[in-house]
């Protein structure tokens, strides 16, 4: 079953497409990432999949449902939402927003436990949200998204205020909710972060989506088919597989001059440079 399916989403702003023609889908228990340079659309779909903003044109499914009845309270109860701007009461402690939170789901006490443990912040509970630091107010958000442990996840950029402990910290958890059937639908810019948590992934640039599929798949795809030999003298050939070098290979192998072979795989990074022509950031 599909858990997000969005079919030709155009979305534009005046003149300029946020997005341009996009279409995947999510199948239920993915963790999926959105990776794009800043600007790229991935908070615009985002918000089209949570009914803050409507498509232009095309057709966006979720839970089921069309995006834009995810406000109705049967359908936000299933799913749960970290992003900037994070709905907490800065004056309320970190506990009595999960209080509200833990009301307005109708949960038990014990849930609140359970979550503030789950984001490393048990000893934290009686500060107020205001005087929290930046990484700290991050955890908190995501405590009231996943208090509820909701059937799907989005998360906007969900470490980018974490010190890599905490981001550790996160992941772990994260995983541990997909193991128990949360679908995951996240944006980020970091690679390392879509390498190590995501199935699959979708490179966004400039509102299309240049590559999709898991990050092996897409490293096989966009393997550049050099081979890297480094021979015993220090030289360092790098040449295309084929005959000619595998004759070359046997010739050095014969007269012991070979010291190390190894294809050359790109990381998600040189996919994601290749594909948007960017940096990061
Ligand atoms: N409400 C709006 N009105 C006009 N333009 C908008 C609006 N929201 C987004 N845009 C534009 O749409 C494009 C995509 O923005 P979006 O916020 O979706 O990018 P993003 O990939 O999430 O970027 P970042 O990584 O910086 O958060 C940008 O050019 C942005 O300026």
Known sequence: MDVIKVTHVQKRFGSKDALADVSFSIPKGEIFGFLGPSGSGKTTLIKILTAQLNTTNGQATVLNQPAGMMHHSAQKMRFGILTDNSGLYERLTIEENLELYRQLY???KASIDRVLQFVNLSGERKKRFSVLSKGMRQRAILACAIIHEPELLFL??????????????????????????????????NMAEAELLCHRVAILYQGSIKAIGSPKELKRQYRDNQVRIELTNGEIHELPQGEETADRIADWMKRGFIDRIETKEPSLGDIFIKMTGSELL
């Open 106 to 108: 109708d949960l038990p």
């Open 156 to 189: 906007d950029e969900p470490t980018s205020a974490l010190d890599p402990v905490n981001a550790a910290h996160i992941y772990k958890g994260l995983r541990y909710l997909n193991e128990k059937g949360t679908t995951i639908f996240l944006t980020t810019h």
